[in-house]
């Protein structure tokens, strides 16, 4: 296949409630969605989705866009792809921006699907028609508000909560939660914001019985995680640390972590994500699919990849109305009994909601040929 034309929509869609972690509060995402058509008029679909603050990676969505039309996009034309595997290496001349090559990536994945005439999801080691899903929970004002919110996600059914905590705002948070949900599958994410200085304060959380701690030093840390590991029982998570197999090598070499969580965009798409995968189940790794508060379109990508067996702990792939008040798909993802349809159909199976995207956003062609 060959690349004619790719257009793009910049949404913003503002969120429920702001959701509020140790880089900041958000109150609304700002996404792109990439249309890439082929010679015979096939569509793939394909999500950018870094922020717009260089905090939790360095990549934003503004250098993104400028590395997709000025870098990536010129190593396509007039290119005749085979295999989507190949855009992984095809891409490689451009060092890091992992999230500007997976939208276009996982678009050429869509598109490849539709030209098969089958859905992206047979292309995994899929399984299930429907997963269980976790949910995230950022820093709340006040015990009440938090343990209500718990409340009220534990009735709709999620089967994991995962708590946003900051050095003053860890211990007496879980301990309110532990004591009205002691048996709730549940871990916090510190988004790199302890040092190795608060290791004593960090091995006080082994009592609580997490499933994990994610990222509780900065993101090109492995040697610190490690000798926290080695003291506490509680495995430790990476999360901003991972953007290639590579980087799973090295932390497990060093013993840095027990679980890996991993995200299509932060890793360059789904060839690598696939690796990370398959070296996770090799080396006895817990690995789990994260969120970066995807559209539908960046939803159904990650239930067709979390529908794969080696998938056990449930992921931050919560229902479209957990953050949003309307999608940008025609269908948005509910939860039923704590589980979400995978969906069906060609490519990732979901078709895009032209009223929400001019609603949201506006449109553009960034390449034609």
């Not at 855009?87 to 500007?100: D, T």
């Not at 209500?148 to 999620?158: E, M």
């Not at 905590?165 to 879980?174: N, V």
Request: net charge neutral.
């Amino acid at each position: 296949m060959i690349i004619k034309r790719i257009d793009r929509y910049q949404v913003r869609l503002p969120l429920r409630t702001p959701f509020e972690t140790s880089y900041g509060r958000l109150t609304e995402k700002a996404f792109d969605i990439l249309l890439v058509t082929d010679e015979l008029g096939n569509k793939g679909i394909g999500e950018l989705v870094p922020f717009e603050q260089p905090d939790y990676i360095e990549e934003t969505i503004q250098t993104a866009r400028i590395i997709i039309e000025k870098h990536l996009i010129p190593l396509l034309k007039d290119k005749e792809i085979y295999d989507p595997n190949e855009i992984s290496s095809l891409f490689k001349e451009v060092k890091g921006n992992q999230m500007a090559k997976a939208s276009l990536e996982t678009a050429i994945w869509d598109l490849y699907a539709k030209r098969n005439n089958r859905s992206l999801k047979t292309y995994f080691a899929t399984t299930r028609a429907q997963i269980p899903v976790g949910v995230s929970v950022g820093i709340q004002p006040n015990l009440s508000e938090l343990l209500k919110q718990i409340t009220n996600y534990v009735d709709q059914g999620y089967q994991r909560v995962k708590l946003k905590i900051r050095p003053g705002y860890d211990l007496e948070p879980i301990r309110a939660i532990r004591k009205k949900f002691p048996k709730l599958p549940l871990m916090v994410d510190a988004n790199s914001a302890y040092t190795i200085e608060d290791i004593d304060r960090l091995k006080k959380l082994d009592i609580y019985d997490l499933a994990m701690i994610e990222q509780p030093f900065s993101a090109d840390d492995f040697l610190d995680h490690a000798q926290l590991q080695k003291v506490i029982k509680t495995k430790i998570c990476l999360d901003e640390n991972i953007r290639s197999l590579k980087d799973c090598e090295l932390a497990f070499a060093l013993g840095s972590c027990q679980s890996i969580n991993l995200k299509i965009p932060r890793v360059g798409g789904i060839t690598e994500a696939l690796k990370i995968v398959e070296f996770c189940e090799k080396h006895g790794l817990l690995v789990w699919l994260g969120g970066m508060f995807e559209s539908g379109v960046g939803r159904a990508l990650n239930l067709q990849f979390a529908a794969q067996n080696m998938f056990t702990f449930p992921g931050d792939i919560s229902a479209s109305d957990r953050y949003y008040f309307e999608d940008i798909v025609s269908e948005p993802f509910m939860i039923q009994e704590g589980e979400i349809k995978v969906p069906d159909g060609l490519g990732i199976g979901v078709k895009l909601s032209q009223e929400k995207l001019m609603k949201y956003g506006y449109y553009e062609t960034i390449y034609s040929n």
